[in-house]
């Protein structure tokens, strides 16, 4: 019997399954189901909410996460390190070693002469620029963490040391609600083939408008995870957000 979507009906591939979590990642839309026994799949709920999934129990603290909760502070820290950062430093290593040799070789004076010399001293910048943006997203892999701060009347997200977009500040008092949603990330390699990955993000509704706050994680339970800790520090009743992660 083939697994189909309760969400959108396609059937699902051998990689939209995870059995040892009881769910399925549908890679059509997008949904998160839970596999009901399994050879089923549980209908969509229309009406599943962060609320409903709570009464399921609290997700514990995932890998790369810590947590301080005094009463009066609360902090979430998610460490950017994971072990596949290791294949892309040896990869920038290469790459940077490939261009220090190219320009050393100018350097050196071993380059073409005349015009040649121009367009071949001009032809890697677009390299040179790839190899800084990898090595920079490297080192950050390798030091960063998250910090989600809620203290003092103010929700703050910092990413650090090394400078990264996304931090802001939010007065607690604005913030609606807290809630998940997921994404699906198309990307075709250089043979056209075409691979699908679910990223999941956490945002806040503040006077109505949406602001995300965590995002690129790549287990439903770490968005659920944050979501549950955020919501029962700041007392928000739960209530449905248009867009939000379904889980069913």
Known sequence: MQLKCG????PFREADLQLDRSIAVCSACGSVQRLAGSTTVAA??????????????????PDRFTVEDNGQELIIRQR??????????FFAIAWD??????????????????????????????????????????LAGFF?????RVAEGVLSVRHGPLPWRGNLDLPIDGIEQIYCQNKLRTSRDDDGRTTTSMQYEVHAVVEGQKRKLLGGLHEADHALFVEQRLERFLNLEDRPVVGEMTVT
């Open 144 to 148: 960063n963490s998250t910090v989600i």
């Open 7 to 10: 969400q959108c009906g396609a």
């Open 44 to 61: 969509p709920d229309v009406s599943e909410t962060p609320a409903n999934r709570k009464s399921q129990g609290d997700v514990p603290v």
């Open 97 to 138: 070693s490939f261009l220090v040799g190219w320009y050393s070789m100018f350097a050196g004076g071993g380059g073409p002469p005349g015009v040649f010399g121009i367009v071949f001293f001009v032809f890697p910048i677009a390299h040179v620029a790839v190899g800084v943006g990898l090595t920079y997203f490297v």
């Open 80 to 89: 950017w390190f994971q072990w596949g950062l290791l294949f892309l430093l």
